[in-house]
């Protein structure tokens, strides 16, 4: 399973859970979801949501 927070600032966590007996890595997820978890992590921080740019962690 890969949870996503905002680096460095308190923000919501974005939870992305793996089929059970699969052994997937992150490189299996396509990049679009990835990037539509980081974007909904940014969105849901207080202050990370008014930065133009900031770091989630994954």
Same mark, same amino acid.
């Given at each position: 399973d890969i949870w996503f927070? #905002?680096?460095?600032l +308190? +923000?919501?966590h974005v939870? #992305?859970? !793996?089929p059970d007996g699969h052994d997937l890595s992150i490189d299996a997820i396509p990049k679009e979801i990835i990037n539509e978890c980081a974007? !909904?992590?940014a969105e849901n921080s207080i202050k990370g949501c008014k930065l133009h740019s900031l770091s989630i962690c994954y």
């Open positions: 927070h #905002v680096d460095k +308190s +923000s919501a939870y #992305v859970r !793996l974007q !909904l992590t």
